[in-house]
T-cell receptor
Framework: DAKTTQPPSMDCAEGRAANLPCNHS???????VYWYRQIHSQGPQYIIH???NNETNEMASLIITEDRKSSTLILPHATLRDTAVYYC?????????????FGAGTQVVVTP | NAGVMQNPRHLVRRRGQEARLRCSPM?????VYWYRQLPEEGLKFMVY????????ESGMPKERFSAEFPKEGPSILRIQQVVRGDSAAYFC????????????FGSGTRLTVV
């Protein structure tokens, strides 16, 4: 699975959009980009995933560049409850199913 | 629809004792995964099981650790003769055979070895 690179931390004002970048320059054509988050002391929570197209659900939007070397997770209106560590993971679901490689992630702090 | 249930939430064991961590997957989920998070470290994959089968245990320490997912009942992660370095949060996740929505994680078991 491709290695991903994320900034270690970022702050965001409550009510504003949070844009979380992720680089995955070695991603292969059949690797998906998954995003999870871990709120302090809780289990990780699935947010969204995508392959090529941009995706949106009730939690977030995922923008994947055309060359797929990077992506951005967008939390449209950050709340204090969005404070968490966010993980970007590239995974080939057919082979590595279940073996998520969590990196250090990005610590997002949403401030009032 | 209950989520992934892990128990106990907190477990304290003395060095040398055995620790048993239980994970009941979501209804309809036949795949279970165990992860460990050491203090101030990231989540690390340990083992992937289907009913009665270990599919991938490449992340499991070679000694003292074992996992099972019997035909009936929860998945069990067993740690024999615990040492202080086993103190960590242990998370279980489950999924159906095929899913487009990632895994569902439980709230974890915090193991403290004293």
């Amino acid at each position: 699975d491709a290695k991903t690179t994320q900034p270690p931390s970022m702050d965001c004002a409550e009510g504003r959009a949070a844009n979380l970048p992720c680089n995955h320059s070695t991603i292969s054509g059949n690797e998906y980009v998954y995003w999870y988050r871990q709120i302090h002391s809780q289990g990780p929570q699935y947010i969204i995933h995508g392959l090529k197209n941009n995706e949106t659900n009730e939690m977030a939007s995922l923008i994947i560049t055309e060359d797929r070397k990077s992506s951005t997770l967008i939390l449209p209106h950050a709340t204090l409850r969005d404070t968490a560590v966010y993980y970007c993971i590239a995974i080939m679901t057919t082979d590595s199913w279940g073996k998520l490689q969590f990196g250090a992630g990005t610590q997002v702090v949403v401030t009032p | 629809n209950a989520g992934v249930m892990q128990n106990p939430r907190h477990l304290v064991r003395r060095r040398g004792q055995e620790a048993r961590l239980r994970c009941s997957p979501m209804k309809g989920h036949s795949h279970v995964y165990w992860y460990r998070q050491l203090p101030e470290e990231g989540l690390k994959f340990m083992v992937y099981l289907q009913k009665e089968n270990i599919i991938d245990e490449s992340g499991m320490p070679k000694e003292r650790f074992s996992a099972e997912f019997p035909k009936e009942g929860p998945s069990i992660l067993r740690i024999q003769q615990v040492v202080r370095g086993d103190s960590a949060a242990y998370f279980c996740a489950s999924s159906p055979m095929w899913t487009d929505y990632g895994y569902t994680f439980g709230s974890g078991t915090r193991l403290t070895v004293v």
